[in-house]
């Protein structure tokens, strides 16, 4: 399964709601995860089987979508929220997404 | 606390063979499974195999021709070996460890062992 993450880079300010969208190439079945990666760090597990909550994440960060679409939503963006995130599947084999690019404005 | 570290040389030479070991502590590799991805520069990341709880292993069957992961688990320690390396290769090299009751979501990672493929 293929996974197409967009937008590529987004721009957004502190305290704006950012939704990030992950689309697989086939059913994904909800087996997908999020993973937030900052410059020079490893990935980060944000939410696993579409919308749980790994522990010690923020509340502000959730999860949504069925089927090939889903999408993270950032409630109200924080300046430590400026990273890479990547959308993860494992329906069908194991794959990740290109990444949308988060920056603060 | 749970911890994977991962070590090995830094530079590689075309055509050799990459060795590396990800030495873990706060849990059990015979209750967990061990993953690894890596990430060229600047780029995406890109799952490269598991060994499982059971001792048994899968590979991405993009490098599987080329890949091998072992383990001792009496040292607490998982092993990649990746032969005929060449410059696209070079990246950060991940283990690590799904969430409990898991086979596939990672949830604790290394910090990554950097890898240069040149000559």
């Known amino acids: 399964i293929q996974l197409t993450q967009s937008p590529s880079l987004l721009s957004a300010s502190v305290g704006d709601r950012v939704t990030l969208s992950c689309k697989g190439s086939?059913?994904?079945?909800?087996?997908l995860a999020w993973y937030q990666q900052k410059l020079g760090e490893a990935p980060k597990l944000l939410i696993y089987?579409?919308?749980s909550l790994q522990t010690g994440i923020p509340s502000r960060f959730s999860g949504s979508g069925s089927g090939t679409d889903y999408t993270l939503t950032i409630s109200s963006l924080h300046s430590e929220d400026l990273a890479t995130y990547y959308c993860?599947?494992?329906?069908?084999?194991?794959?990740f997404g290109s990444g949308t690019k988060l920056e603060i404005k | 606390q749970v911890q994977l570290k991962e070590s090995g040389p830094g530079l590689v030479q075309p055509s050799q063979t990459l060795s590396l070991t990800c030495t873990v502590s706060?849990?059990?590799?015979?209750?967990?499974?061990v993953h690894w991805v890596r990430q060229p520069p600047g780029k995406g990341l890109e799952w490269m195999g598991v060994?499982?709880?059971?001792?048994?292993?899968s590979y991405n069957s993009a490098l599987k021709s080329r890949l091998s992961i072992s383990r001792d688990t009496s040292k607490s320690q998982v092993f990649l070996k990746m032969s005929s390396l060449q410059t696209e290769d070079t990246a950060t090299y991940y283990c690590?460890?799904?969430?409990?009751?898991?086979?596939?979501?990672?949830?604790?990672w290394g910090q990554g062992a950097s890898v240069t493929v040149s000559s």
């Open positions: 690590a460890r799904v969430l409990s009751g898991d086979d596939y979501v990672m949830d604790a």
């Open positions: 706060g849990f059990s590799l015979t209750s967990y499974h």
């Open positions: 060994m499982w709880s059971d001792g048994d292993t």
């Open positions: 086939q059913n994904i079945n909800n087996y």
């Open positions: 089987k579409t919308n």
């Open positions: 993860y599947q494992y329906n069908n084999g194991l794959t």
